[in-house]
């Protein structure tokens, strides 16, 4: 297993953060879909590419909020971290993002 800390996609290729709140078996749920500039997402796919099963590290404000699973090369210029248990966490990386973006 290899090591490997780059940052593929920073907060200048983010273009807006949202979320979506669900109900599960196990209690409420929340995804964050990110939309990425044409830039984010093209260096999202060449990262993706050839990594199924490797995890992402995302990261707001230096807090680690979720590391998914790729589980498909990832070719949008949106991508979902899905199932995340805690809102609180959630809201701020959401809040976060399109505060930046605001500036």
Same mark, same amino acid.
């Given at each position: 297993?290899?090591?490997?800390?780059?940052?593929?996609?920073? @907060?200048?290729?983010? !273009?807006?953060?949202?979320?979506?709140?669900?109900?599960?078996?196990?209690?409420?749920?929340?995804?964050?879909?990110?939309?990425?500039?044409?830039?984010?997402?093209?260096?999202?796919?060449?990262?993706?590419?050839?990594?199924?099963?490797? !995890? /992402?590290?995302?990261?707001?404000?230096?807090?680690?909020?979720?590391?998914?699973?790729?589980?498909? @090369?990832?070719? @949008?210029?949106?991508?979902?971290?899905? !199932?995340?248990?805690? @809102?609180? /966490?959630?809201? !701020?990386?959401?809040?976060?993002?399109?505060?930046?973006?605001?500036?």
């Amino acid at each position: 297993t290899t090591l490997f800390r780059s940052v593929i996609v920073n @907060e200048e290729m983010i !273009q807006s953060a949202s979320k979506r709140t669900y109900d599960t078996n196990n209690g409420k749920m929340h995804d964050i879909t990110l939309a990425l500039s044409p830039e984010g997402g093209d260096r999202l796919w060449k990262y993706s590419k050839g990594r199924v099963g490797t !995890q /992402l590290l995302f990261v707001a404000d230096g807090i680690p909020i979720a590391a998914p699973r790729i589980s498909h @090369e990832l070719s @949008e210029t949106t991508l979902d971290v899905r !199932q995340l248990p805690d @809102e609180t /966490l959630v809201n !701020q990386a959401v809040d976060l993002i399109n505060k930046a973006r605001k500036k």
